[in-house]
């Protein structure tokens, strides 16, 4: 693609960066047939070509974008399916992040609008905020059906309403350190996150029992949280590096006091953007830039890890069907395909594969919250695939996936919880509840 900026324009790093990406895009369209949003909505504007046109478009003309450009923009779920599509290499992740920085900065959203976004960056990546938000949600819950006076903001604060959870978990007490059983084999420093320590603690307790038996030293250094995901995805730049250089100080002082073999995380979309932490502070001072290089190169999914410990089942469990869901952010964010599936398989569950199984579920962080509509009908129609396996669980390594699929009539549980179980710890809860596990 040719583009027209000017040499003195593009002495900004973070445009020449952009402007590499849109010049590598030969406008060949593979990524149209793989992108969710045009196979919903079937507008050319809403795929990832025409999003780079209008992008391009927007960075040239420079100042505010054309308020008839931001829906398309907001419209991506970054699910990144496009990436893995492209012949070119045409790094769209980069280019869509720029693009809402861009609109973040240059384009004034109505008031309802800019308040949403403000408290979804203030609460969601903060688990005591979160949780007392969750605990009111459940009380204003009965009122969702008054909101639709409201118009699109109604439709949005009713969608929030619906996903809040009829119960809480208790919250977690995580420890600093959980020592490995038996003899050490690594150390290595596990993202608790933020709202899956809410949602879900459950996961991390599965990941932690599951590791230290295998030999790991799990620690959990004070100052760690939200990877910076969650405001990052909406174009507020400040806050999202904001916390991942915490998370980057805490790790920091593990790696240089007894040393890190891995940063291991368990949500990923999680770990596409801490894996990204080497580009994210690519312009900063020599000793940050070179700590997010190196701990973002440490970085894995639990599934890579557990793979590098040769994991393998403790006990035999009666068959079980397992459907699994392949979050948007390890199959393209991350590039992990077979992994979690051939773990699943070597524990002794029999794995089925949805069809349609690149096309996202709807999570895709705040976008089931910012787009209820479209996420609705991406959450409908992979409810429907999964079904078609004639599974007994839905498996997923996604806290925003689980959520998101959760009450569509399968239990669906986090891989490693069943890993763990088939390797000594207790059956899900999702399984319990819904008597499965009698297969204990």
């Known amino acids: 693609m040719q583009t027209n900026f000017s040499p003195e324009r593009l002495r900004d790093p973070d445009l020449a960066v952009a402007n590499r990406i849109l010049r590598t895009c030969v406008h060949c369209g593979f990524c149209t047939a793989t992108c969710p949003t045009f196979v919903t909505l079937g507008d050319e504007l809403d795929s990832p070509r025409g999003r780079i046109y209008l992008i391009k478009d927007m960075l040239e003309r420079g100042g505010a974008p054309a308020p008839e450009v931001v829906p398309h923009l907001d419209r991506c779920l970054s699910c990144l399916s496009c990436m893995t599509t492209c012949p070119s290499g045409v790094d769209y992740m980069h280019l869509i992040d720029y693009a809402r920085r861009y609109v973040e900065t240059h384009h004034r959203r109505p008031f309802p609008e800019r308040t949403l976004r403000a408290v979804l960056a203030a609460l969601l990546p903060y688990p005591r905020r979160f949780r007392a938000a969750l605990r009111l949600a459940r009380l204003a819950r009965p009122a969702a059906a008054l909101l639709a006076p409201l118009g ?92 991942a250089r915490a998370n980057l100080e805490a790790w920091g002082r593990e790696l240089e006091g007894e040393g890190l073999d891995a940063v291991v995380i368990n949500a990923s979309g999680c770990g596409t953007t801490v894996k990204d932490y080497g580009f994210l502070f690519r312009l900063a001072p020599s000793p940050l830039k ?64 949805p069809r349609e199984a690149h096309l996202c579920c709807g999570s895709a962080g705040t976008y089931n919250l910012l787009q209820p509509e479209i996420s609705a009908q991406l959450r409908s129609r992979k409810l429907g695939r999964l079904a078609e396996t004639g599974a007994a669980v839905i498996a997923t390594g996604n806290i925003g996936c689980l959520t998101q699929l959760s009450g569509g009539g399968l239990p669906v549980v986090h891989t490693v919880e069943l890993l763990d179980w088939a390797h000594g710890g207790p059956p899900p809860a999702a399984l319990r509840a819904g008597g499965l596990e009698a297969h204990a």
């Open 152 to 243: 699109r903001l109604g439709t949005r604060l009713a969608a929030m309403l619906r996903l809040t959870p009829d119960r809480l978990p208790a919250p977690d007490r995580l420890a600093a350190r959980y020592p490995a059983a038996g003899a050490r084999r690594m150390r290595v420093a596990l993202l608790a996150g933020c709202a899956q320590r809410v949602l879900d603690p459950a996961i991390n307790e599965a990941t932690i029992r599951l590791l230290t038996r295998l030999g790991c030293e799990v620690v959990i250094p004070p100052g760690t949280g939200c990877c910076g995901a969650l405001p990052h995805h909406m174009g507020k730049e400040e806050a999202a590096l904001a916390l």
């Open 290 to 353: 070179e700590r997010a290089e190196r701990l973002a190169a440490l970085a894995c999914d639990v599934s890579e890890l557990l793979a590098r410990l040769d994991y393998a089942p403790a006990r035999s469990l009666p068959p079980l069907t397992v459907a699994y869901h392949a979050a948007c952010s390890l199959q393209h964010g991350q590039r992990i395909t077979d992994l979690p599936k051939t773990l699943l398989r070597k524990a002794g569950f029999t794995v089925r594969e």
